[in-house]
């Protein structure tokens, strides 16, 4: 790793400890006023700049947090608002309650603080008709690297380098040393953990062995985090085949778990077929939130020119998501207390929903003059022989 004097030093795990991150730093500047920092160690809204001083200059006038969103405006101008699914949930309203401004500051905002991931709200910010909170995280815990100067580093830079004398792979049986050649299907097992040294599945390995793609790998990445549960992993499942369109603009990612503990796992790496900067190729951020809000929550689908997605869109990602489950409920057995339970989760959102995504019940009666047409393209023997 390289230490906070730009030399690159063996990294020592016995070093690592915890500290407030307004007392580390980060590629030579305090934490928290790195927005790459802040992106990758939280998960909760997107990345804000918080003002310190009224104005928002390059000489100490501000930090890097996040915004969270905590209400809509119901239309232009009404001053009335209606509150996101997050802060409903903090704050133990009703999906009908309205508030108003200093109603969402007063009592909305406070009801937050135990989902702000240890960070500390620092005021109420207007979007447009969203009504956002800001978060400060300088003094929230991050995992840091004390250096031979006492320097306490977030995320420091690292690179590997084989000692020598150390396989990647083991012959069981006969001993039998080797490297994996970069670029093989080894090489890219050992270094996502998938094989052990001696070519045995590891548990990661063996859950991405039941899935297709990359798909297995965020699965398991997500059971690694023993304070993920396996129904809001079940739920956040939609996010992996649900394509770019939608992401509404970061006001309400729950499932953005999901893409936080894939990173932590394998980091931001490209493998061609199975992961594209860390996540599975297909995967996309607001499809859980997509669903639930406007298929099965029966909430008005977007319109107008913002319109990102419509009826279409959230039928076709449903209809994967429930495909995923299924294919998750008749998957194998394996010996692991959270895999059985995202299996009973699975099953249990197919009993509920399932039937909805039937094609026969979603797709039209083929018009009987279009049964009897006959048929516009003919192949002869002639044809065949060229």
Known sequence: MRDSTGAWVEF?????????????????????????????????????????????????????????????????????????????????????????????????????????????????????????????????????????????????????????????????????????????????????????????????????????????????AALEDPTYPPDEIADHLANLRGGHRFDRDGSESESARLAVCCRSAFGTVDYEGYLELGLPPNFGEGAAEAIADYYLGKKPLPSGIDADFGQGDVERAFSEWVSLLRHLSHAPDFDWDRWRALKLAAGDRLQRFGKSASLAATLPEVPADQRRRPPTVRVTARDLRG
């Not at 500390?120 to 447009?128: E, F, L, M, T, Y």
């Not at 009504?131 to 977030?154: H, K, M, N, T, W």
């Open 12 to 220: 020592r795990a016995d070093r690592v400890r915890r500290a407030p991150l307004s007392q580390a730093m980060h590629r030579g500047k305090p934490a928290n006023r790195s927005a790459k920092l802040i992106e990758s160690a939280f998960s909760i809204g997107r990345v804000c700049r918080i003002l310190l001083n009224g104005e928002g200059g390059e000489g100490g006038d501000f930090h890097y947090g996040r915004e969270v969103a905590l209400a809509r405006e119901t239309r232009r101008g009404s001053g009335e608002f209606m509150l996101t699914h997050l802060a409903r949930r903090a704050a133990g309203a009703k999906k009908a309650d309205r508030f108003d401004a200093a109603e969402v500051e007063a009592l909305v905002a406070p009801a937050m603080a135990p989902h702000l991931e240890g960070g500390s709200g620092a005021g109420i910010v207007r979007r447009g008709p969203l009504l956002c909170l800001q978060v400060d995280f300088s003094g929230a815990p991050i995992e840091c690297y004390a250096d031979d100067r006492g320097a306490l580093l977030a995320d420091p830079e690292t690179r590997e380098q084989a000692a020598e004398g150390t396989p990647d792979l083991v012959d069981p049986e006969s001993g039998e040393e080797f490297r994996a050649q970069p670029g093989t299907a080894a090489f890219a097992w050992r270094k996502l953990d998938l094989i052990g040294k001696s070519g045995s599945p590891t548990r990661r390995g063996a859950i991405f062995s039941f899935f297709q793609g990359g798909e297995g790998l965020a699965i398991a």
